[in-house]
């Protein structure tokens, strides 16, 4: 009995070790800087303590990565917390990436800060909290743990897009992101709430086994007395705590149904409550994503906001809610994928017209990467909607190769330090601007133009092969328009991409050295990501192959651990 306790808890405990490790780190630190500071004079802190958030980050990777668990999750999946939190092999992938991701930032910002008047020690802090909830929310199995995980990272990013107190641009920007971040949790707690009314459950594999018990596993299905069938799971499973045969009791009765229907293989159509509120929290995280038609606080926010905090909007943040997008959808309702996958499709192309043409006529670089960045999730969400679990691995792929990229390109803009009469700073860069990278420096130009490359999906760099990677499942599928579609807009958008090579190289501007030098810390780190971005081309494998393990892993039944049958990751 001790000892089946004592698993239990160590169980529970070490699926969130690195969340646990990462909330300690933060209350240790906020104590320690807190009496540091206590003196009225105060102290710079925010390279060291920046520097510390990246060495607890890079600790949570090691962690992540030396856990016997994560092992394991590749086989099979690991519950805790009353089925709210899974360990599987998605968690593990995702929790090590944004963990590795945001300590690079880290890095990249700890000396910025104080060039950009952020010198609050607190800014730092309130990063890591949002990096805590992002982490949380690529664990989460239910809908309530995943609002919670959203609006911990949330409510820091609109204190992030604000914090610079003496812009008025600063202030708009944190305004803005908090309205449509307000809509977004309305979205996603409307449309939770129309779940849990019609199911009385929150719990993604519960939603897996309503949809899927009367129609893969026939075994599962018993007769509900002098009504019809009703799948076991409904004996077998939490669901029972939330009195489901009074519930469905009372379903039959509302809509009156004869001793010879089956209660999910012919009433499929009384489930529209269930897809109005997923529907809802579909449109929910596509804001979070910044997805067309729903991108426009982007432009305004990633603009007015300070460059360290656009950073991690645009690269940080999107991985956790590619996450929850795969649970919910390639997980707990894949069983209606003809319904949500014409949402993924119709938005996907959507933006990556939007994302396309949008940046045609744009001088400004934040709102010029805002648009790409809509663009780039048009890509995610079109590789989503294929309905193959090739679809969901090259979603995984692209979002990795995209974060690497989007991090070189944010990072030498934010190291750009233009100097002007009085060696003062210009932040909000323009594309003329770049004209005096090239004379000034001509190693992070041509970093620069290696990475837009990449972006814009022109070999021999690894976003090639990652836009190739999106259309093959799209095709294979017939999918011909959204393929054709897609592949004319990523052409159209490769023209701005161009455009700043050639304001990198073609401008006959004669000027002297206009930036200032970047320290070697930082040229190191940017060369290590610049060369990720060539190998991955010349060899792939690794990230293919991890990708492809767990995109497999999610058409594997959470509740038997046995295969689906051959056909189902690919029925239309």
């Not at 990246?54 to 086989?75: E, R």
């Not at 209660?263 to 489930?271: A, C, K, P, V």
């Not at 209606?336 to 994302?355: C, H, M, Q, R, T």
């Not at 320290?519 to 780190?525: D, L, P, R, V, Y």
């Amino acid at each position: 009995m001790v000892n089946n306790l004592y698993n239990v808890v160590s169980l529970q405990s070490f699926t969130v070790f690195p969340e646990y490790f990462i909330t300690l780190s933060i209350i240790y630190i906020l104590i320690v800087i807190t009496l540091i500071t206590y003196n009225s004079n105060g102290l710079m802190l925010q390279k060291a303590v920046s520097e510390c958030m990246a060495l607890i980050l890079f600790m949570a990777c090691y962690l992540i990565l030396n856990d016997d668990l994560t092992s394991a999750s590749y086989f099979m999946d690991i519950l805790s917390f009353s089925n709210a939190v899974i360990y599987d092999s998605l968690a593990s992938f995702t929790r090590f990436w944004l963990c590795f991701f945001s300590g690079v930032y880290f890095l990249f910002v700890a000396d910025s800060l104080k060039e950009q008047k952020l010198t609050s020690f607190e800014y730092l802090i309130i990063i890591l909290f949002s990096v805590l909830g992002l982490l949380i929310m690529c664990s989460s199995n239910d809908l309530l743990l995943t609002y919670l995980a959203i609006e911990l990272s949330s409510l820091a990013l609109y204190v992030l897009a604000s914090f610079k107190k003496t812009s008025s641009y600063s202030v708009e920007s944190g305004i803005k992101y908090f309205i449509t971040g307000a809509v977004s949790s309305a979205f996603f707690l409307l449309g939770s709430s129309f779940i849990y009314g019609f199911t009385g459950s929150i719990n993604f594999f519960d939603f897996y086994r309503l949809y899927n018990a009367s129609i893969y596993d026939y075994v599962m299905v018993q007769w509900f007395p002098g009504i019809g069938y009703l799948p076991s799971f409904f004996f077998e499973s939490w669901l029972f705590s939330f009195s489901f045969r009074a519930s469905y009791a009372r379903l039959i009765e509302v809509y009156d149904l004869t001793f010879d229907d089956l209660l999910f293989g012919y009433t499929i159509e009384y489930f529209n409550f269930v897809e109005i509120g997923l529907t809802l929290i579909l449109f929910s995280l596509f804001i979070k994503l910044a997805a067309a038609p729903f991108h426009l606080w982007s432009l305004d926010v990633y603009e007015g906001s300070p460059t360290s905090s656009t950073i991690f909007f645009a690269v940080i943040t999107k991985l956790s809610i590619l996450v929850v997008l795969i649970r919910l959808c390639h997980m707990a309702f894949f069983e209606i994928k003809e319904w949500w996958d014409f949402y993924f499709l119709s938005i996907g192309v959507f933006s990556i017209f939007v994302g396309s043409f949008g940046g045609l006529k744009q001088r400004k670089l934040k709102t010029l990467l805002a648009y790409s960045s809509t663009s780039h999730m048009g890509y995610i969400l079109i590789a989503m909607g294929s309905d193959t679990f090739t679809g969901v691995q090259m979603a995984l792929v692209y979002m990795i190769i995209y974060m690497i990229s989007s991090l070189c390109v944010w990072s030498i803009l934010l190291f750009l330090r233009l100097k002007r009469k009085n060696i003062t700073t210009k932040y909000n860069k323009e594309l003329g601007d770049l004209a005096l990278l090239r004379k000034s420096n001509i190693s992070l130009s041509l970093a620069l133009s290696l990475t837009m490359f990449s972006i814009a999906g022109i070999p021999p760099l690894v976003g090639f092969l990652a836009k190739l990677g999106v259309f093959l499942p799209l095709i294979i599928n017939s999918y011909y328009l959204p393929a054709l579609a897609s592949i004319v807009f990523s052409v159209v958008s490769t023209f701005y991409y161009i455009r700043l090579i050639k304001v990198l190289y073609f401008e006959n501007i004669l000027v002297g050295k206009l930036y200032y030098p970047i320290n070697s810390e930082k040229t190191i780190i940017l060369s290590i990501l610049i060369f990720a971005l060539i190998f991955l081309f010349c060899n792939p494998t690794l990230l293919y192959l991890a990708c492809y393990k767990i995109s497999l892993a999610l058409f594997v039944d959470p509740v038997t651990y046995s295969s689906l049958p051959i056909d189902y990751p690919f029925k239309k």
